[in-house]
Protein backbone atom coordinates (compact mmCIF):
# COMPACT_ATOMS: atom_id res chain seq x y z
CA UNK A 1 0.00 0.00 0.00
CA UNK A 2 1.24 3.34 -0.94
CA UNK A 3 1.83 5.88 1.63
CA UNK A 4 -1.01 8.55 2.29
CA UNK A 5 -1.20 11.79 3.61
CA UNK A 6 -4.03 13.68 6.03
CA UNK A 7 -3.74 17.55 5.63
CA UNK A 8 -5.35 19.55 8.77
CA UNK A 9 -4.25 21.17 11.92
CA UNK A 10 -2.77 18.71 14.73
CA UNK A 11 -3.22 18.93 18.15
CA UNK A 12 -2.07 16.00 20.96
CA UNK A 13 -0.24 15.88 24.22
CA UNK A 14 3.66 14.92 24.13
CA UNK A 15 3.41 14.33 27.35
CA UNK A 16 0.72 14.59 30.36
CA UNK A 17 0.27 18.13 30.85
CA UNK A 18 -0.62 17.66 34.63
CA UNK A 19 -3.88 18.62 36.58
CA UNK A 20 -3.40 22.39 35.67
CA UNK A 21 -2.76 22.33 32.18
CA UNK A 22 0.69 22.81 31.40
CA UNK A 23 0.84 24.11 27.65
CA UNK A 24 4.34 22.92 26.82
CA UNK A 25 3.01 19.38 26.74
CA UNK A 26 0.80 19.86 23.93
CA UNK A 27 1.87 20.11 20.73
CA UNK A 28 -0.52 22.30 18.03
CA UNK A 29 0.35 22.38 14.08
CA UNK A 30 -1.84 24.62 12.25
CA UNK A 31 -2.60 23.24 8.62
CA UNK A 32 0.01 20.35 9.30
CA UNK A 33 0.67 17.22 7.11
CA UNK A 34 0.05 13.62 8.64
CA UNK A 35 1.73 11.18 6.60
CA UNK A 36 0.79 7.46 7.03
CA UNK A 37 2.50 4.59 5.66
CA UNK A 38 1.99 1.01 6.81
CA UNK A 39 -0.57 1.91 9.28
CA UNK A 40 1.81 4.01 11.04
CA UNK A 41 2.31 7.73 11.07
CA UNK A 42 6.00 8.55 9.39
CA UNK A 43 5.76 12.17 9.42
CA UNK A 44 3.84 15.15 10.79
CA UNK A 45 4.79 18.57 9.97
CA UNK A 46 3.89 21.59 8.28
CA UNK A 47 2.28 21.57 4.99
CA UNK A 48 4.58 24.19 3.82
CA UNK A 49 7.33 22.17 5.42
CA UNK A 50 6.01 18.63 3.80
CA UNK A 51 4.26 19.01 0.95
CA UNK A 52 7.27 19.91 -1.41
CA UNK A 53 8.95 16.81 -0.51
CA UNK A 54 5.71 14.58 -0.80
CA UNK A 55 6.00 11.70 -3.92
CA UNK A 56 2.92 12.80 -6.44
CA UNK A 57 1.29 9.44 -6.17
CA UNK A 58 1.04 10.03 -2.28
CA UNK A 59 -2.87 10.63 -2.10
CA UNK A 60 -4.17 13.96 0.50
CA UNK A 61 -7.08 14.02 2.31
CA UNK A 62 -6.86 17.79 2.67
CA UNK A 63 -9.27 18.94 5.50
CA UNK A 64 -7.41 21.78 6.80
CA UNK A 65 -10.24 23.71 8.02
CA UNK A 66 -10.50 20.63 10.87
CA UNK A 67 -8.74 19.11 13.75
CA UNK A 68 -6.86 16.16 13.88
CA UNK A 69 -6.06 14.41 17.01
CA UNK A 70 -5.25 10.67 18.23
CA UNK A 71 -8.30 8.66 18.56
CA UNK A 72 -10.20 8.59 21.75
CA UNK A 73 -9.38 5.37 24.56
CA UNK A 74 -12.38 4.42 26.17
CA UNK A 75 -11.05 2.38 29.47
CA UNK A 76 -14.34 0.86 30.32
CA UNK A 77 -17.44 0.27 28.10
CA UNK A 78 -20.19 -2.87 28.60
CA UNK A 79 -20.79 -3.39 24.69
CA UNK A 80 -23.27 -5.98 25.49
CA UNK A 81 -25.59 -3.00 27.15
CA UNK A 82 -26.39 -0.82 23.94
CA UNK A 83 -29.85 -1.30 24.96
CA UNK A 84 -29.52 -1.25 28.86
CA UNK A 85 -28.37 2.95 28.19
CA UNK A 86 -30.88 5.39 29.58
CA UNK A 87 -32.61 3.10 31.91
CA UNK A 88 -34.86 5.03 34.17
CA UNK A 89 -35.36 4.77 38.25
CA UNK A 90 -32.68 2.62 39.65
CA UNK A 91 -29.31 3.00 41.38
CA UNK A 92 -26.48 0.32 40.86
CA UNK A 93 -27.44 -2.80 42.18
CA UNK A 94 -30.95 -2.55 41.14
CA UNK A 95 -30.12 -1.48 38.06
CA UNK A 96 -27.96 -4.64 37.18
CA UNK A 97 -31.17 -7.10 38.38
CA UNK A 98 -33.63 -4.58 36.48
CA UNK A 99 -32.11 -4.05 33.39
CA UNK A 100 -28.77 -5.62 32.95
CA UNK A 101 -28.68 -8.95 33.90
CA UNK A 102 -31.75 -9.97 31.75
CA UNK A 103 -30.08 -7.61 28.89
CA UNK A 104 -26.75 -10.25 29.04
CA UNK A 105 -28.67 -13.14 29.16
CA UNK A 106 -29.51 -12.44 25.24
CA UNK A 107 -25.76 -13.01 24.52
CA UNK A 108 -25.66 -16.74 24.75
CA UNK A 109 -27.33 -16.49 20.60
CA UNK A 110 -24.30 -16.01 18.60
CA UNK A 111 -26.18 -14.09 16.00
CA UNK A 112 -27.55 -11.53 18.96
CA UNK A 113 -23.95 -10.98 19.47
CA UNK A 114 -22.50 -10.68 16.49
CA UNK A 115 -25.54 -7.65 15.60
CA UNK A 116 -24.80 -6.05 18.98
CA UNK A 117 -20.67 -5.94 18.46
CA UNK A 118 -21.52 -4.01 15.15
CA UNK A 119 -23.63 -1.69 16.54
CA UNK A 120 -21.60 -0.89 19.58
CA UNK A 121 -18.43 -0.44 17.12
CA UNK A 122 -20.45 1.70 14.44
CA UNK A 123 -20.87 3.76 17.51
CA UNK A 124 -18.02 3.30 18.94
CA UNK A 125 -16.32 5.22 15.25
CA UNK A 126 -18.75 7.54 15.37
CA UNK A 127 -17.75 9.10 18.30
CA UNK A 128 -13.77 8.99 17.14
CA UNK A 129 -13.06 6.29 19.66
CA UNK A 130 -10.45 3.92 18.43
CA UNK A 131 -9.35 1.76 21.42
CA UNK A 132 -11.33 0.24 24.45
CA UNK A 133 -11.25 -1.42 27.34
CA UNK A 134 -14.40 -3.93 26.79
CA UNK A 135 -16.81 -6.05 29.42
CA UNK A 136 -18.38 -8.96 27.05
CA UNK A 137 -20.98 -11.55 29.19
CA UNK A 138 -20.41 -14.65 30.94
CA UNK A 139 -20.82 -16.46 27.30
CA UNK A 140 -17.44 -17.10 25.49
CA UNK A 141 -19.18 -16.69 22.45
CA UNK A 142 -19.70 -12.79 23.01
CA UNK A 143 -16.10 -12.50 23.34
CA UNK A 144 -15.98 -14.22 19.89
CA UNK A 145 -18.19 -12.05 17.94
CA UNK A 146 -16.90 -8.88 19.65
CA UNK A 147 -13.17 -9.74 18.45
CA UNK A 148 -14.69 -10.95 15.04
CA UNK A 149 -15.97 -7.63 14.59
CA UNK A 150 -13.25 -5.13 15.98
CA UNK A 151 -10.55 -7.23 14.15
CA UNK A 152 -12.60 -6.84 10.93
CA UNK A 153 -12.00 -3.71 11.10
CA UNK A 154 -8.81 -3.59 12.15
CA UNK A 155 -8.97 -2.01 15.62
CA UNK A 156 -6.88 -2.14 18.72
CA UNK A 157 -9.47 -3.21 21.77
CA UNK A 158 -9.19 -4.66 24.94
CA UNK A 159 -11.88 -7.35 25.64
CA UNK A 160 -12.80 -10.19 27.97
CA UNK A 161 -15.26 -12.62 29.41
CA UNK A 162 -17.18 -12.08 32.54
CA UNK A 163 -16.66 -14.54 35.13
CA UNK A 164 -19.45 -14.37 37.43
CA UNK A 165 -20.13 -17.81 39.60
CA UNK A 166 -22.32 -16.45 41.99
CA UNK A 167 -24.92 -13.54 43.26
CA UNK A 168 -26.04 -13.79 39.15
CA UNK A 169 -29.32 -15.46 37.26
CA UNK A 170 -29.62 -18.86 35.81
CA UNK A 171 -27.60 -18.62 31.98
CA UNK A 172 -25.38 -15.67 33.83
CA UNK A 173 -22.91 -17.52 35.99
CA UNK A 174 -20.16 -19.83 35.47
CA UNK A 175 -18.45 -21.90 37.90
CA UNK A 176 -14.96 -21.39 39.09
CA UNK A 177 -13.66 -24.35 36.93
CA UNK A 178 -15.76 -23.25 33.50
CA UNK A 179 -14.87 -19.45 33.55
CA UNK A 180 -11.24 -20.63 34.12
CA UNK A 181 -11.25 -22.79 31.50
CA UNK A 182 -13.36 -20.91 28.81
CA UNK A 183 -11.01 -17.66 29.85
CA UNK A 184 -7.98 -19.87 29.46
CA UNK A 185 -9.22 -21.03 25.63
CA UNK A 186 -10.25 -17.12 24.90
CA UNK A 187 -6.80 -15.79 25.77
CA UNK A 188 -4.76 -18.38 23.89
CA UNK A 189 -7.24 -17.27 20.62
CA UNK A 190 -7.49 -13.61 20.96
CA UNK A 191 -4.70 -11.92 23.07
CA UNK A 192 -1.88 -11.24 20.42
CA UNK A 193 -4.11 -11.59 17.59
CA UNK A 194 -4.30 -9.28 15.19
CA UNK A 195 -4.65 -6.23 17.41
CA UNK A 196 -6.96 -7.83 20.06
CA UNK A 197 -5.86 -7.88 23.81
CA UNK A 198 -7.54 -10.09 26.52
CA UNK A 199 -8.74 -8.77 29.57
CA UNK A 200 -9.49 -11.22 32.73
CA UNK A 201 -12.50 -10.13 33.44
CA UNK A 202 -14.22 -10.27 36.91
CA UNK A 203 -17.28 -8.50 36.81
CA UNK A 204 -16.76 -7.50 40.27
CA UNK A 205 -16.28 -9.28 43.86
CA UNK A 206 -19.69 -9.84 44.58
CA UNK A 207 -20.25 -12.05 41.67
CA UNK A 208 -17.62 -14.63 42.18
CA UNK A 209 -16.65 -16.72 45.15
CA UNK A 210 -12.71 -17.13 46.69
CA UNK A 211 -12.45 -19.95 44.73
CA UNK A 212 -13.11 -18.62 41.51
CA UNK A 213 -10.97 -15.16 42.32
CA UNK A 214 -8.15 -17.26 43.61
CA UNK A 215 -8.25 -19.23 40.28
CA UNK A 216 -8.46 -15.74 38.57
CA UNK A 217 -4.98 -14.57 40.54
CA UNK A 218 -3.00 -17.81 39.34
CA UNK A 219 -4.44 -17.28 35.50
CA UNK A 220 -3.07 -13.54 36.04
CA UNK A 221 0.35 -14.71 37.15
CA UNK A 222 0.35 -17.56 33.95
CA UNK A 223 -0.52 -14.29 31.71
CA UNK A 224 1.39 -11.14 32.71
CA UNK A 225 0.97 -9.31 29.82
CA UNK A 226 -3.26 -10.19 29.70
CA UNK A 227 -5.16 -7.30 31.24
CA UNK A 228 -7.45 -7.48 34.16
CA UNK A 229 -10.43 -5.33 34.29
CA UNK A 230 -13.29 -5.00 37.23
CA UNK A 231 -15.05 -2.58 39.00
CA UNK A 232 -14.61 -1.50 42.40
CA UNK A 233 -15.76 1.27 44.92
CA UNK A 234 -18.69 2.35 43.13
CA UNK A 235 -21.41 2.29 45.23
CA UNK A 236 -21.97 2.35 48.73
CA UNK A 237 -24.67 -0.27 49.00
CA UNK A 238 -22.61 -2.34 46.58
CA UNK A 239 -19.48 -0.72 49.55
CA UNK A 240 -21.77 -2.32 52.20
CA UNK A 241 -22.67 -5.54 50.51
CA UNK A 242 -18.58 -6.43 49.89
CA UNK A 243 -17.88 -5.75 53.60
CA UNK A 244 -20.16 -8.19 54.47
CA UNK A 245 -19.25 -11.16 51.92
CA UNK A 246 -15.50 -10.29 52.91
CA UNK A 247 -15.28 -9.18 56.31
CA UNK A 248 -11.52 -10.01 56.46
CA UNK A 249 -10.07 -7.41 53.70
CA UNK A 250 -9.18 -4.10 54.98
CA UNK A 251 -10.85 -2.84 51.58
CA UNK A 252 -13.07 -3.29 49.03
CA UNK A 253 -10.01 -2.58 46.86
CA UNK A 254 -8.10 -5.09 48.86
CA UNK A 255 -10.29 -8.31 48.39
CA UNK A 256 -8.91 -7.75 44.55
CA UNK A 257 -4.94 -7.19 45.71
CA UNK A 258 -5.34 -10.36 48.13
CA UNK A 259 -6.46 -12.44 45.08
CA UNK A 260 -3.61 -11.34 42.77
CA UNK A 261 -5.63 -8.99 40.85
CA UNK A 262 -4.17 -5.56 41.34
CA UNK A 263 -1.17 -5.14 39.08
CA UNK A 264 0.14 -3.16 36.34
CA UNK A 265 -2.65 -3.76 32.96
CA UNK A 266 -5.93 -3.66 35.54
CA UNK A 267 -8.43 -1.36 35.10
CA UNK A 268 -11.03 -0.90 37.66
CA UNK A 269 -13.59 1.14 36.83
CA UNK A 270 -15.09 3.83 39.19
CA UNK A 271 -12.96 4.09 42.46
CA UNK A 272 -15.32 6.80 43.91
CA UNK A 273 -14.53 5.61 47.53
CA UNK A 274 -11.10 4.24 47.77
CA UNK A 275 -9.48 5.99 50.60
CA UNK A 276 -5.56 7.28 50.65
CA UNK A 277 -4.22 4.03 51.89
CA UNK A 278 -6.10 1.81 48.48
CA UNK A 279 -5.09 5.03 45.89
CA UNK A 280 -1.24 4.32 46.86
CA UNK A 281 -1.58 0.91 46.55
CA UNK A 282 -2.96 1.74 42.80
CA UNK A 283 -0.13 3.65 42.52
CA UNK A 284 2.38 1.00 43.52
CA UNK A 285 1.26 -1.21 41.18
CA UNK A 286 0.40 0.48 38.38
CA UNK A 287 -3.23 -0.32 38.30
CA UNK A 288 -5.88 2.39 36.65
CA UNK A 289 -8.54 3.92 37.76
CA UNK A 290 -11.29 4.60 35.29
CA UNK A 291 -13.30 7.51 35.80
CA UNK A 292 -16.39 7.62 34.45
CA UNK A 293 -18.63 10.50 34.66
CA UNK A 294 -21.66 10.03 33.07
CA UNK A 295 -22.03 7.14 34.70
CA UNK A 296 -21.57 8.06 38.05
CA UNK A 297 -23.96 10.46 37.29
CA UNK A 298 -26.66 8.47 36.04
CA UNK A 299 -26.73 5.78 38.36
CA UNK A 300 -26.04 8.83 41.17
CA UNK A 301 -23.19 6.96 42.49
CA UNK A 302 -20.97 9.60 43.42
CA UNK A 303 -18.62 12.90 42.65
CA UNK A 304 -15.22 10.95 41.46
CA UNK A 305 -12.23 13.17 43.19
CA UNK A 306 -9.59 13.31 40.24
CA UNK A 307 -6.97 15.79 41.71
CA UNK A 308 -6.88 13.42 45.00
CA UNK A 309 -6.13 10.82 42.75
CA UNK A 310 -3.72 12.26 40.14
CA UNK A 311 -1.64 13.73 43.05
CA UNK A 312 -1.70 10.23 44.87
CA UNK A 313 0.45 9.32 41.29
CA UNK A 314 -2.31 7.00 40.23
CA UNK A 315 -3.06 6.65 36.37
CA UNK A 316 -6.13 7.85 35.82
CA UNK A 317 -7.99 7.52 32.39
CA UNK A 318 -11.61 7.83 31.07
CA UNK A 319 -14.53 5.60 30.79
CA UNK A 320 -17.50 6.08 29.06
CA UNK A 321 -19.63 2.78 31.09
CA UNK A 322 -22.04 2.76 28.70
CA UNK A 323 -24.93 1.21 29.59
CA UNK A 324 -24.24 2.81 33.15
CA UNK A 325 -23.41 5.49 31.16
CA UNK A 326 -25.35 7.84 28.99
CA UNK A 327 -22.76 8.37 25.87
CA UNK A 328 -20.45 6.81 23.54
CA UNK A 329 -18.75 10.56 23.24
CA UNK A 330 -15.41 10.58 24.81
CA UNK A 331 -16.44 14.39 24.38
CA UNK A 332 -19.15 14.53 25.95
CA UNK A 333 -17.36 12.26 28.61
CA UNK A 334 -14.96 14.81 29.17
CA UNK A 335 -17.48 17.56 29.16
CA UNK A 336 -19.12 15.49 32.31
CA UNK A 337 -15.70 15.06 34.04
CA UNK A 338 -15.44 18.83 33.89
CA UNK A 339 -18.40 19.16 36.07
CA UNK A 340 -17.91 16.91 38.57
CA UNK A 341 -14.73 18.70 39.28
CA UNK A 342 -16.42 21.79 39.07
CA UNK A 343 -18.49 20.74 41.60
CA UNK A 344 -16.03 19.90 44.25
CA UNK A 345 -13.88 23.32 42.94
CA UNK A 346 -11.53 22.19 40.64
CA UNK A 347 -11.22 23.16 37.00
CA UNK A 348 -9.87 20.32 34.99
CA UNK A 349 -7.74 22.13 32.32
CA UNK A 350 -8.57 21.17 28.90
CA UNK A 351 -5.11 20.27 28.03
CA UNK A 352 -5.60 17.39 30.86
CA UNK A 353 -8.70 16.56 29.49
CA UNK A 354 -6.97 16.30 26.53
CA UNK A 355 -4.68 13.66 27.81
CA UNK A 356 -7.03 11.13 29.91
CA UNK A 357 -8.97 10.78 26.63
CA UNK A 358 -6.03 9.83 24.83
CA UNK A 359 -2.25 9.94 25.53
CA UNK A 360 -3.31 9.43 29.55
CA UNK A 361 -5.51 6.71 28.49
CA UNK A 362 -2.58 5.08 26.63
CA UNK A 363 -0.47 5.13 29.69
CA UNK A 364 -2.64 3.66 31.88
CA UNK A 365 -3.25 0.60 29.29
CA UNK A 366 0.58 0.61 28.89
CA UNK A 367 -0.52 0.99 25.08
CA UNK A 368 1.49 4.20 24.60
CA UNK A 369 4.78 3.22 22.96
CA UNK A 370 1.71 2.68 20.24
CA UNK A 371 -1.52 4.67 20.27
CA UNK A 372 -2.30 7.83 22.19
CA UNK A 373 -0.33 10.42 20.62
CA UNK A 374 0.91 11.26 17.15
CA UNK A 375 4.28 11.15 17.49
CA UNK A 376 6.42 9.37 14.09
CA UNK A 377 6.12 5.52 14.56
CA UNK A 378 2.68 5.07 16.53
CA UNK A 379 -0.27 3.58 14.94
CA UNK A 380 -1.98 6.10 13.40
CA UNK A 381 -5.65 5.75 14.98
CA UNK A 382 -6.76 8.84 14.35
CA UNK A 383 -10.11 11.13 14.89
CA UNK A 384 -10.58 14.43 12.85
CA UNK A 385 -12.97 16.92 14.70
CA UNK A 386 -14.88 19.51 12.98
CA UNK A 387 -15.11 23.00 15.03
CA UNK A 388 -17.91 24.20 13.59
CA UNK A 389 -19.74 21.34 12.78
CA UNK A 390 -23.11 22.88 14.06
CA UNK A 391 -24.26 26.17 14.53
CA UNK A 392 -23.37 26.65 17.98
CA UNK A 393 -19.98 25.28 18.07
CA UNK A 394 -18.77 27.47 14.98
CA UNK A 395 -20.23 30.24 16.51
CA UNK A 396 -18.16 29.69 19.93
CA UNK A 397 -15.13 28.36 17.76
CA UNK A 398 -14.52 31.34 16.09
CA UNK A 399 -14.50 33.47 19.24
CA UNK A 400 -10.60 33.02 20.09
CA UNK A 401 -8.14 31.33 17.87
CA UNK A 402 -6.61 28.65 20.60
CA UNK A 403 -6.76 24.89 19.96
CA UNK A 404 -7.54 24.21 23.43
CA UNK A 405 -10.11 26.51 23.90
CA UNK A 406 -11.41 24.92 20.59
CA UNK A 407 -11.17 21.67 22.22
CA UNK A 408 -12.41 23.14 25.52
CA UNK A 409 -15.82 24.01 23.64
CA UNK A 410 -15.85 20.62 21.78
CA UNK A 411 -15.54 18.67 24.74
CA UNK A 412 -18.75 20.67 26.53
CA UNK A 413 -20.79 20.97 23.50
CA UNK A 414 -20.01 18.41 21.23
CA UNK A 415 -20.49 14.80 20.55
CA UNK A 416 -20.36 12.50 17.68
CA UNK A 417 -21.61 15.55 15.41
CA UNK A 418 -18.44 16.90 15.92
CA UNK A 419 -16.38 13.71 14.73
CA UNK A 420 -16.03 14.45 10.96
CA UNK A 421 -14.04 11.03 10.15
CA UNK A 422 -11.99 8.15 12.02
CA UNK A 423 -8.96 6.40 11.17
CA UNK A 424 -7.71 3.04 12.23
CA UNK A 425 -4.16 2.24 11.19
CA UNK A 426 -4.42 4.38 8.99
CA UNK A 427 -7.75 3.64 7.01
CA UNK A 428 -10.81 5.76 7.68
CA UNK A 429 -13.28 3.41 9.40
CA UNK A 430 -15.82 6.14 9.51
CA UNK A 431 -16.97 9.04 7.62
CA UNK A 432 -19.76 11.66 9.18
CA UNK A 433 -22.52 11.96 5.81
CA UNK A 434 -23.05 15.32 5.27
CA UNK A 435 -26.21 16.45 4.21
CA UNK A 436 -25.50 19.33 1.26
N1 LIG B 1 -20.71 -3.37 38.80
C1 LIG B 1 -20.87 -4.67 38.45
N2 LIG B 1 -21.33 -4.77 37.19
C2 LIG B 1 -21.48 -3.52 36.73
C3 LIG B 1 -21.91 -2.98 35.48
O1 LIG B 1 -22.27 -3.69 34.54
N3 LIG B 1 -21.89 -1.63 35.38
C4 LIG B 1 -21.49 -0.83 36.39
N4 LIG B 1 -21.50 0.49 36.21
N5 LIG B 1 -21.10 -1.30 37.57
C5 LIG B 1 -21.07 -2.64 37.74
ZN1 LIG C 1 -18.97 -0.89 34.15
Known sequence: MTAHAIRASI????RDPGLAGDRCAIEHIRDAITLIDNGRIVAVAPAATLLPNLGADVLIDDQRDKLLLPGFIDTHVHYPQVDVIASYGAQLLDWLNTYTFPAETQFADRAHADAAATFF?????ENGTTTASVFCTVHPQSVDAFFSASEARGLRMIAGKCLMDRHAPDGL??????????????????????????????????????????????????????????????????????????????????VYDQFGLLRDRSIYAHCIYLDDADRARMTDCGATPAFCPTSNLFIGSGLYNLAQAVSAGNRV???????????????????????????????????????????????????????????VGKEADLVLLDPAATPLLARRTALRDDPLDTFFAMMTLGDDRAVAATYAGGQCVHRKMTVT
Open 11 to 14: LHCV
Open 317 to 375: SLGSDVGGGTSYSMLRTLGEAYKIQQLQGVSLSPAYALYLATLGGARALSLDDRIGSMC
Open 173 to 254: RDTATTGIAETRALIERWHGHARSLYAITPRFAATSTREQLKAMGQLALEFPSAYIQSHVAENKAEIAWIAELFPEYRSYLD
Open 121 to 125: LDRLL
